[in-house]
């Protein structure tokens, strides 16, 4: 597989509200300093992250692990900018997220962020190259750019000769590389997957890990939330959260 171009495509912010400015390229692509949530319960407050730290390089491959109650997927909704910080800074490819509206995060999640899920969340009546071109439609991107991109990204993951086929015509391994194909073809600064493997078999886990570790190679920048340590130990960082505090673990 070639390498996608890092400046492929301008992807136009379309989803109302005022713009979000495109940030400057020289930092890390997400930093969170000291992030905390705080959620009500009746009269009490649960503190789903007690302060996390973490910082991401340009071309990273970081897996974040941990059990159920953990703050995961809390952490992991703030990282996809579906959620917001009660307090701390959270930079995502040089903008400041924290103090965004809906709007302008779902401008941020459009144009930085391709999203990997462990359901697939493909339509199941669409082909494949249909599926693709989903995150350029809600672009705005004219129909014979969005078809060509969606067959490049999906050549790309190794499906040139499933384009035309449907979810169930295919291998869950292969429906997975279809999500990552639509993640990929807006040409995100990040990569970012919550339990990819976690309908997959042994075999299929392995094929599309190797595909995280090609595009890694490729300079893509990775972050995987899961609670499967073979997962995790493929990344080249590993953290754990848990109780609401992150820690990271020196891999070999």
């Not at 890092?6 to 390229?25: I, K, L, R, Y």
């Not at 962020?113 to 493909?122: D, E, M, S, T």
């Not at 279809?178 to 073809?185: F, G, K, N, P």
């Amino acid at each position: 597989m070639t390498a996608p171009a890092a400046t492929a495509h301008a992807v136009p912010a379309t989803s109302g509200g005022a713009a979000v400015a495109p940030p400057e390229h020289g930092g890390p692509v997400l930093s969170l300093t000291d992030v905390r949530k705080t959620y009500a319960q009746g009269q009490l407050e649960v503190q789903a992250l007690r302060g996390v730290t973490l910082e991401v390089a340009r071309g990273d491959y970081v897996a974040i692990m941990g059990p159920s109650g953990s703050g995961k997927s809390t952490l992991m909704h703030i990282l996809g900018c579906l959620d917001v910080p009660t307090s701390g800074t959270y930079r995502l490819n040089g903008s400041d997220v924290g103090g965004l509206d809906e709007a302008e995060l779902a401008q941020i999640r459009n144009r930085e962020i391709g999203f990997v899920f462990q359901q697939f969340n493909l339509l199941a009546t669409m082909s494949a190259c249909r599926n693709v071109e989903l995150p350029l439609v809600y672009a705005g991107v004219p129909r014979a750019e969005r078809r060509r991109l969606a067959i490049e990204a999906l050549e790309r993951v190794g499906l040139a000769d499933r384009i035309e086929h449907r979810p169930n015509e295919m291998s869950g391994g292969q429906q997975q590389r279809v999500s990552v194909a639509r993640a990929l073809v807006t040409d995100p600064a990040l990569l970012l997957a919550d339990e990819p493997t976690g309908n997959l078999d042994s075999v299929s886990t392995n094929d599309v890990l190797g595909l995280f570790d090609e595009l890694h190679e490729q300079g893509r920048t990775v972050v995987v939330i899961t609670h499967e340590i073979e997962v995790g130990h493929r990344a080249a960082r590993m953290a754990h959260i848990r109780d609401g505090l992150l820690t990271e673990e020196a891999l070999s």
